[in-house]
């Protein structure tokens, strides 16, 4: 039986939820200034010591819900895996792993690891031997380890399944239900998921006791500030060459709807790199983003549609689960989503912190239904308009140039370089770069990047190579 929050009496700030000194710091540091509502309702209970079941959306605030207390329930000086979160993608798990790492920055000794693939498992099991505090994990990896014995699972007191509808739809509920028989009875667990199907209730029933169940009721209240468009493929003279048909019909979207930021969705990775082929014919700065990357591959096409110097990213749903983008202007759906929620998980990623967002979808004839499925869910009417632009063929300029550009840099972590260098180095004289030309800057292990305003990327890379980081010469490639 599920318990439900008492409205009433709740918190408003984050002093009101008798967190530790260092957590307060932690979370100052990151600029929060007001809880939203899902850490309002769950971070209190879950510092009580309560199992939570909660169905929040993306950017909703679940991750910071979660991390939290966690971090003030770990014993640090016993350097024991006590927190567990499992995550369907690799990207997830490294936004998390991100995430706790910001928050925890003021826990002196606090070590957390990914267990994910793309990375070599020995390297990971000598991670776990010398002992973290949280785990990170996809659930194929995870089971690995645990065949392996390369993990001790018995010292949990905190787990936490995320997204775990997407973990059942990926096909990995065999794997879970493994490692949640392989962990101590006496526990803490979160579920969280984006949809309460019987699949999710009879994970809860089996692995929870008592839980207390969130619903966010906004998820669609944040799609007012999206316009959705809806543009049907226009038939060519030969009904067999469908898929021209719909990539020229792709074509003229983009002429209409021409924006910075843009993800195309497509439900088979087959279709990305057809796309990609098109966009690349057009000279368009793009790339795809699909399970068949190395990890390392997929974490620089990230970095660089995030910090602006790719223009459109083309992905499966897969691929972009856990995809944490500040502002992204434009999402188009090149194939209609499976399922009506997916569409809403779709364009929720545009028209996200006040912001105004477009979402275009593309419609093949005969898939009425589908339509019919999401708007009687969104409870919107898509906008139908002509798309003009009928005799268009290929793309403008405006979109072969990137916002921005990004530079290698041969030196990172391991060589103490921190972002305030690379800044300071960029921004001192003479020669100076504006700090308003200077974008994200990420520190890797044993590189970094940096992403300048594609008319000042030249001159930054000038300075750079011609001048000294920490009194240190690098050397400095232009990568994107």
């Known amino acids: 039986m599920s318990e439900t929050v008492n409205e009433n009496n709740l918190p408003t700030s984050f002093s009101d939820f008798a967190l530790s000194a260092r957590a307060i710091k932690g979370i100052t540091a990151l600029g929060y200034k007001e809880p939203t509502s899902i850490q309002i309702k769950a971070t209190p209970a879950l510092l009580k010591g309560l199992d939570i079941i909660g169905q929040s959306p993306t950017g909703s605030g679940k991750t910071v819900a979660f991390i939290l207390p966690l971090l003030e329930k770990l014993n640090l000086e016993n350097c024991v895996n006590q927190g567990l979160i499992l995550c369907p993608t690799r990207e997830l798990c ?20 990914a267990l994910i693939g793309g990375v070599p498992g020995r390297e990971q099991a000598k991670v776990l031997e010398k002992g973290v505090h949280i785990v990170v994990a996809t659930p194929g990896r995870l089971a690995d380890h645990i065949d392996r014995h390369q993990i001790n699972l018995q010292p949990l007191i905190y787990v936490v399944l995320d997204e775990a509808d997407k973990m059942l739809e990926m096909g990995f509920e065999k794997e879970v239900q493994y490692i949640m028989r392989s962990l101590p009875k006496k526990r803490q667990t979160l579920l969280f998921s984006a949809t ?167 419609m093949n004839p005969g898939e009425d239904i589908k339509i019919i499925g999401i708007e009687k869910l969104t409870g919107r009417t898509m906008i139908r308009e002509s798309l003009g632009f009928k005799n268009q063929h290929g793309l403008n300029s405006s979109f072969q140039v990137a916002k921005m550009q990004t530079l290698h840099i041969s030196g990172g972590k391991k060589d103490k370089l921190r972002a305030a260098d690379i800044l300071g180095s960029l921004t001192a004289q003479p020669d100076a770069i504006e700090a308003a030309e200077i974008g994200k800057i990420d520190i890797q292990d044993h590189y970094s990047f940096v992403a300048i305003t594609s008319g000042q990327a030249e001159r930054a890379f000038n300075k750079l190579r011609n001048s000294r980081i920490k009194g240190r010469k690098f050397s400095i490639k232009t990568v994107k």
């Open 94 to 113: 490294l936004q998390v792993v991100s995430e706790i790492k910001k928050l925890g920055r003021f826990y002196e000794g606090l070590q957390v690891t």
């Open 196 to 362: 309460f199907q019987d699949n999710i209730q009879s994970l809860s029933q089996r692995y929870q006791n008592n839980p207390l169940h969130l619903k966010e009721e906004d998820t669609l209240s944040k799609l007012l500030s999206i316009k959705e468009y809806l543009y049907e493929v226009e038939m060519g003279k030969n009904p067999s060459d469908a898929l021209q048909n719909k990539i020229n019909t792709l074509s003229r979207v983009l002429h209409k709807h021409s924006k910075g930021t843009t993800i195309i969705f497509c439900n088979q990775k087959l279709m990305l790199a057809e796309i990609h082929k098109f966009l690349n014919k057009n000279d368009v700065n793009s790339a795809i983003l699909s399970g068949d990357l190395e990890q390392r591959d997929r974490e620089r096409v990230i970095t660089f549609f995030r910090n602006g110097s790719i223009r459109i990213l083309i992905a499966t749903d897969v691929a972009a689960r856990g995809l944490d983008i500040e502002h992204i202007e434009l999402v188009i759906n090149f194939d209609l989503p499976p399922q009506a929620e997916t569409y809403v998980h779709r364009i929720g990623r545009t028209g996200r912190a006040g912001r105004e967002g477009v979402a275009v979808s593309i």
